[in-house]
């Protein structure tokens, strides 16, 4: 089934478009897609190609398309376990292959896609200890897969799991790090409590990334990001 979906998506390639994603994804050597290869295809495209096999395809087929060389193909493998993971079908299987191959889920868009469907969702209730695992790995993508997971907790209305994670992260080196802190506390504000994330704020905006202290008062007023980033600079 695997190779039927990835001849499908070859036979969507558009090179034109490849060359511009594989330098949107920083592919090059050294940066943090380093070696990808995409076909070019739209996520639309994929999402549908995605949803029409996603009932028939199993899981152990799923996970050989995740190991594919193509980032569509693994895209493709993550909206299926997303998909099945929604539907109720084997959720500890698709939790567990998901947390096992954490080499394949190799790219923010694929981490965002897919973090807080399947990793928020399943530990909702339990142990969370895999998000501060995972938040002090040495894998990019496990770092990001930690703070966006807690964006499921966030839409239940609990900052808890996001202070914490971020907490951990707010010194990583990392721009796309900083990108994933900011965006979730940002969400942690507008979906929970501004008065919770503004006590948080007040505890560490000092050390901060830059970055992510301008994501998160993005919906701020404009005297108060005016402040906040002026507090920054006096701090840095």
Same mark, same amino acid.
């Given at each position: ?5 990835? =001849?499908?998506? @070859? ?6 478009? /490849?060359?511009?994603?594989?330098? %949107?994804?920083?592919? +090059? =050597? ?17 999402? +549908? ?18 190991? /594919? ?30 947390? @096992?191959?954490? *080499?394949?889920?190799?790219?923010? *868009?694929?981490?965002? /896609?897919?973090?807080? %469907?399947?990793?928020? /969702?399943?530990?909702?209730? +339990? ?6 695992? %995972? ?7 496990? =770092? ?18 996001? %202070? @914490? ?9 990392? *721009? ?29 905006? =000092? ?16 005297? @108060? ?8 600079? +006096?701090? *840095?």
């Amino acid at each position: 089934m695997e190779k039927e979906i990835l =001849k499908k998506l @070859q036979s969507l390639k558009n090179p034109e478009k /490849s060359a511009t994603l594989q330098r %949107f994804f920083k592919t +090059k =050597k050294g940066e943090y897609g380093e070696g990808d290869i995409f076909l070019g295809i739209t996520v639309p495209e994929t999402r +549908k190609i995605a949803h029409e096999y996603a009932a028939k395809i199993s899981l152990p087929e799923t996970e050989r398309l995740l190991h /594919s060389k193509y980032h569509e193909a693994r895209l493709a493998a993550l909206l299926i376990l997303v998909e099945k993971y929604k539907k109720g079908e084997k959720r500890e299987e698709v939790f567990n292959l998901y947390i @096992q191959n954490t *080499d394949c889920i190799n790219n923010w *868009d694929l981490v965002d /896609s897919s973090a807080y %469907f399947i990793v928020g /969702s399943h530990l909702e209730g +339990k142990n969370k200890k895999l998000l501060e695992k %995972f938040a002090c790995s040495k894998n990019l993508w496990e =770092k990001r897969i930690a703070m966006i997971s807690t964006f499921h907790f966030i839409r239940k209305g609990s900052t808890k799991e996001a %202070f @914490q994670i971020a907490k951990i992260l707010l010194k990583d080196k990392h *721009d796309l790090i900083h990108k994933a802190v900011g965006w979730m506390l940002r969400e942690a504000g507008k979906h929970c409590s501004r008065v919770e994330l503004e006590a948080f704020l007040k505890k560490h905006k =000092k050390e901060m990334p830059r970055t992510a202290l301008r994501y998160t008062i993005e919906h701020f007023s404009e005297q @108060q990001r005016k402040e906040y980033l002026a507090t920054k600079q +006096k701090g *840095d």
